[in-house]
T-cell receptor, first 111, second 115 residues
Framework: QQQVKQSPQSLIVQKGGISIINCAYENTAFDYFPWYQQFPGKGPALLIAIRPDVSEKKEGRFTISFNKSAKQFSLHIMDSQPGDSATYFCAAGAGSYQLTFGKGTKLSVIP | NAGVTQTPKFQVLKTGQSMTLQCAQDMNHEYMSWYRQDPGMGLRLIHYSVGAGITDQGEVPNGYNVSRSTTEDFPLRLLSAAPSQTSVYFC??????????????FGPGTRLLVL
């Protein structure tokens, strides 16, 4: 079974700190790795995504780091803000039509 | 654009009842999908469609039927609801040439409780 393992389940970070969420995968055919952000009562929304031809992608305060040999990728949120408090899901896909999601990380940024 | 819309927002069913969860999008997206979200389980793909008349199964298709007669609509049918189908259901869509490998736009979700 294709799996994406996400950790930690929950994370508390002080305002201004760095939030780090990690994911590991098994299927070497995966070639698309997005992160989705979900606020309570809302549907998920794409935050940032990476393909395995690069090791890092940065968009504003959000960075994906990708380690192909270790089959791991992570989301870094710099200068974390209370408005970043949400649940974050990593995912991985191979081919075009199915994504496998991690189980999610609930991030709380405290003032 | 309304984006992806879902109805109803909340539904209570009794075991054995049937119902249809509605999903519509006005972005002319070819790819549409249904996920269920359960606590601690992430999002799991139920069914997806790459265009009108074309559907396929995802990770957890049992107990659910879909059809796609138009580009805009992708309803999800529960023929005989079971308590295990209590969940939050999300519909999503994206451009056809990327399918799930491009930005998926999610609807607001339908919360279903099966007693």
């Amino acid at each position: 079974q294709q799996q994406v393992k996400q950790s930690p389940q929950s994370l508390i970070v002080q305002k201004g700190g760095i939030s780090i969420i990690n994911c590991a995968y098994e299927n070497t055919a995966f070639d698309y790795f997005p992160w989705y952000q979900q606020f309570p009562g809302k549907g998920p929304a794409l935050l940032i995504a990476i393909r395995p031809d690069v090791s890092e992608k940065k968009e504003g305060r959000f960075t994906i780091s990708f380690n192909k040999s270790a089959k791991q990728f992570s989301l870094h949120i710099m200068d974390s803000q209370p408005g970043d408090s949400a649940t974050y899901f990593c995912a991985a896909g191979a081919g075009s039509y199915q994504l496998t999601f991690g189980k999610g990380t609930k991030l709380s940024v405290i003032p | 654009n309304a984006g992806v819309t879902q109805t109803p927002k909340f539904q209570v069913l009794k075991t054995g009842q049937s119902m249809t969860l509605q999903c519509a999008q006005d972005m002319n997206h070819e790819y549409m999908s249904w996920y269920r979200q359960d606590p601690g389980m992430g999002l799991r793909l139920i069914h997806y469609s790459v265009g009108a008349g074309i559907t396929d199964q995802g990770e957890v298709p049992n107990g659910y039927n879909v059809s796609r007669s138009t580009t805009e609509d992708f309803p999800l049918r529960l023929l005989s609801a079971a308590p295990s189908q209590t969940s939050v259901y999300f519909c999503a869509s994206s451009y056809s040439w990327g399918g799930a490998m491009e930005t998926q736009y999610f609807g607001p979700g339908t919360r279903l409780l099966v007693l």
